[in-house]
Nanobody, 123 residues
């Protein structure tokens, strides 16, 4: 069983930045393709960003493209989500996601989930 541990959530004002991190508690990190999803109150969980095993390819939802950056460090065994120019509509619980066989993307999340970290953007 893969456990994903997120960190870095919090409260930030509109226009500010936050950096989320996620690391698996077990296993060979380089075997996982990684991603981030989020769920706002009263809404379905939605895809945010995904990254290839080696970090060669990245994928973003249209709503965050140009503002968020997903990256990974296979030596330090973690994936980050740098969030800039935050908007109130970015307020959500953010979930780390992983899979051995495919990059998590919209409509095809990975099999493994973290417990989530709250991001609140205040106006």
């Amino acid at each position: 069983q893969v456990q994903l541990v997120e960190s870095g959530g919090g409260v930030v004002q509109v226009g500010g930045s936050l950096r989320l991190s996620c690391a698996p508690s077990t296993g060979n990190f380089s075997r996982y393709a990684m991603g981030w999803f989020r769920q706002a109150p009263g809404k379905e969980r939605e895809f945010v960003a995904g990254i290839h095993w080696g970090g060669v390819s990245t994928f973003y939802s249209d709503s965050v493209k140009g503002r968020f950056t997903i990256s990974r460090d296979n030596t330090r065994k973690k994936v980050d989500l740098q969030m800039n120019s935050l908007k109130t509509e970015d307020t959500a619980v953010y979930y780390c996601n992983a899979d051995f066989s495919h990059v998590p993307v919209r409509d095809w999340p990975g099999d493994y989930w973290g417990q989530g970290t709250q991001v609140t953007v205040s106006s």
